[in-house]
């Protein structure tokens, strides 16, 4: 065929120059390539810590309004941490203190308030919600101090989910595997039975069969998950209905649950699932998955931030000076080759004829731009994955008025956990098609810069270049 | 046949117009052999470049065949010059990153010819102007004189009325441009050509039917037959 052949040897002979033309438009493909990877990678990270918080299959979750002590500070008869005059002291607010020292104190407590379980099942009626399951997330605190008198306090503790053993295939443990055991089954509803994290298992010499206090009450292990510890998950899951009896520090929530896991029947589906939950449950906090990516904090969100923002732009200038570069090079070409599109009309070529076949080289620069870019995309997704450091995702912080320093803590107050994540940039077909279409695009610009000029050449013109 | 009527060429250089061609009439019958000489600069080249309809004239009329070239569009005037109008150039005016076979057959493309077709018809104007053993070779590979029989082959291989040559021997030497003359003056009797040939050379003006002498745009035909 005369058109490739004619091509084919065209860009031999101006091999440099179509080089240095795909390498450029490779340059910044390569760049839009690896910033698409690396947000994917981002969006990845954030989404395994998400998962790992609220399972797999959530794509709406509903948590009671998260427990503040009001502004004036910390409601009476809850417990506070002070710094007397002879050393750490307990404190009931409102009450008497005794010294600390020497002495434990273990609270367990809700982070949200709590909603009545019948919403549960009135949620899973809404239109279009697929399923909805309740759960009850704990966190347990205690607090030691040395006998010293030393204000050196040790922390530690645990958090627990209650799970509705008929539900889970949603929520936290649904994102789990079984190290050895078995998870709930929907019989173990009211049984003290529990399922521990591998992590924390470990830490605490559990096995299955092990047994283990929670609360003043004994469990039996019957099973170790391992889970993603990017969302910091919980360390011990216990059958929801003998969560809700645990009893608390600050009030109670028998027959309540703090959260509810949602899964709409489709993702379009999902904003007007959030809005009729919302307006079912007025008080509660209805965040979807989308939302919940903003709540994820940390160097995480500023990785997020340099791919989405800094990246793209850097991509977009590139892209356009690539373009630029490639389409100055593609005139120069033309204008040497005058004499040679003269001859052409002189020939009988027609000008569209002519412009195609430029049109054609310039194209064919552009599909090789975009196989070097994808390569150089790949390998920066590569680079990245080798030398990035583990971006940190802080979630679950939430801020305590009154507990303004170290003199004053809330027992059970919320840890802000932050953890490691790994990012995996990867690069997506959609990507690669993207990156395709972009080359091709460029190479046709250029050509089409080079063909106007094509367009306008009168044949006496171009032939008088030689004569 | 051609026939102008009060042809005119102006050019624009900055303020000045510049006449190429001034008020020129002519007729050049078919299988007619033209030579047009003159200085460098006088509108040899315009004059050719009207004919070939790669110019459209100022003022007058230049008809090939009774068909009004100056009334043509741009799109029928480069059909003509597929069908109708063989070009040869001083400086060959092959492309460079084709070969002899490419180059001849790229003259072919416009008329839409099949592709075994166009593979005959190369071959046969190849051997008709003695490069059939070049065919393959690049313009780069070739002699001057080689160079030149190419683009002949280029420029008959559509079986053209008309044959517009640009000092066609220009870039020759004196053995090669005797060749060169040959064989155009061969092609031309064998296939009833109507012959436009712009020399500096007397010795090949002589040769053809009728001489002309451009001065100052204005065309004079010193040896009428």
């Given at each position: 065929m005369f058109f490739v052949t004619y091509l084919r040897r065209e860009l031999r002979r101006r091999m440099r120059q179509a080089i240095f033309i795909a390498l450029g438009l490779a340059l910044g493909i390569g760049l839009v390539v690896t910033v698409a990877a690396a947000s994917a990678g981002v969006a990845k990270a954030q989404s395994k810590v998400l998962s790992a918080l609220y399972?797999?299959?959530?794509?709406v979750t509903v948590t009671g309004q998260v427990s503040q002590p009001p502004a004036a500070g910390p409601p009476k008869g809850v417990g506070e941490i002070g710094k007397g005059a002879n050393g750490p002291e307990f404190c009931v607010v409102g009450g008497k203190c005794t010294s600390a020292a020497g002495k434990t104190q273990n609270e367990m407590n809700s982070l949200d308030s709590g909603m009545s379980q019948s919403k549960v099942a009135e949620v899973a009626r809404?239109?279009?919600?697929a399923a909805a399951a309740g759960g009850i997330t704990l966190s347990d605190s205690t607090v030691s101090f040395p006998k010293?008198?030393?204000?050196t306090p040790q922390m530690g503790g645990y958090t627990l989910d209650g799970v509705d053993t008929g539900h889970?295939?949603?929520?936290?443990?649904?994102a789990a595997t079984v190290a050895s055991g078995h998870s709930f089954i929907a019989?173990?509803?009211?049984?003290h039975v529990a399922v521990v994290d591998s992590g924390y298992a470990a830490s605490h010499g559990l096995r299955a069969d092990s047994a283990l206090t929670i609360d003043g009450i004994k469990f039996t292990v019957i099973g170790i998950v391992r889970q993603a510890q990017a969302g910091n998950p919980p360390d011990l899951y216990i059958p929801l209905k003998v969560a809700q009896d645990l009893p608390l520090q600050a009030g109670s929530l028998k027959n309540d649950v703090n959260t509810i896991y949602v899964t709409a029947a489709s993702a379009a589906g999902i904003p007007a699932v959030t809005r009729e939950i919302s307006s079912l449950l007025p008080g509660a906090e209805v965040t979807s998955a989308s939302a919940l990516a903003g709540e994820v904090t940390g160097s995480v969100t500023s990785a997020a931030k340099l791919a989405n923002d800094l990246g793209r732009w850097l991509a977009v200038l590139v892209l356009i000076a690539a373009f630029a570069v490639a389409c100055l090079l593609t005139m120069a070409a033309v204008a040497r080759r005058v004499a040679e599109f003269g001859t052409l009309k002189a020939l009988g070529w027609r000008t569209r004829r002519i412009v195609a076949q430029v049109l054609g080289e310039s194209a064919a620069m552009g599909v090789a731009g975009a196989a070097a870019g994808v390569g150089l995309g790949f390998a920066g997704a590569a680079i990245i994955t080798g030398v990035a450091p583990k971006v940190s995702a802080t979630v679950g912080a939430n801020t305590v008025p009154?507990?303004?320093?170290?003199?004053?803590?809330?027992?059970?107050?919320?840890p802000v956990q932050t953890v490691a994540v790994g990012l995996h940039p990867s690069v997506t077909v959609g990507v690669i098609v993207l990156a395709v279409i972009l080359a091709v695009a460029g190479g046709l610009l250029a050509g089409s810069a080079g063909s106007w000029r094509i367009a306008r050449l009168r044949p006496a013109d171009a032939l008088s270049r030689v004569a | 046949m051609y026939k102008l009527t009060g042809v005119t060429k102006l050019y624009q250089k900055g303020r000045r117009t510049v006449p190429a061609v001034r008020d020129l009439d002519l007729v050049i019958e078919d299988g007619e052999w033209l030579a047009v000489q003159g200085r460098t600069g006088h509108g040899k080249s315009t004059l050719l470049n009207l004919l070939g309809g790669l110019d459209r004239p100022t003022e007058g009329t230049i008809e090939l065949d009774g068909t009004g070239l100056g009334a043509l569009r741009d799109a029928q005037l480069t059909r003509l010059r597929a069908q109708k109008i063989g070009f040869i150039f001083q400086t060959f005016n092959?492309?460079?990153?084709?070969?002899a076979t490419e180059n001849v057959e790229a003259a072919l493309i416009p008329l839409a010819i099949g592709h075994s077709a166009r593979c005959r018809r190369v071959a046969a104007a190849l051997e008709s102007v003695g490069l059939a053993d070049r065919a393959g070779h690049l313009p780069t590979e070739l002699s001057g004189g080689q160079q030149q029989r190419a683009a002949i082959a280029r420029a008959l291989v559509k079986e053209p009325r008309v044959l517009l040559a640009d000092?066609?021997?220009?870039?020759?030497?004196e053995d090669t441009r005797d060749d060169i003359i040959g064989l155009l003056e061969h092609l031309w009797r064998e296939r009833g050509l109507t012959l436009v040939l712009i020399t500096h050379d007397t010795s090949i003006a002589r040769r053809a039917q009728r001489v002309g002498v451009m001065n100052d745009g204005r065309l004079q035909v010193i040896s009428p037959r």
């Open positions: 399972g797999v299959g959530t794509d809404l239109r279009g919600v010293s008198g030393a204000f889970t295939a949603l929520g936290p443990l649904s019989a173990d509803a009211e049984a009154g507990a303004s320093d170290a003199n004053l803590h809330l027992i059970g107050g919320s | 092959l492309i460079p990153t084709l070969s000092e066609p021997t220009g870039n020759l030497d």
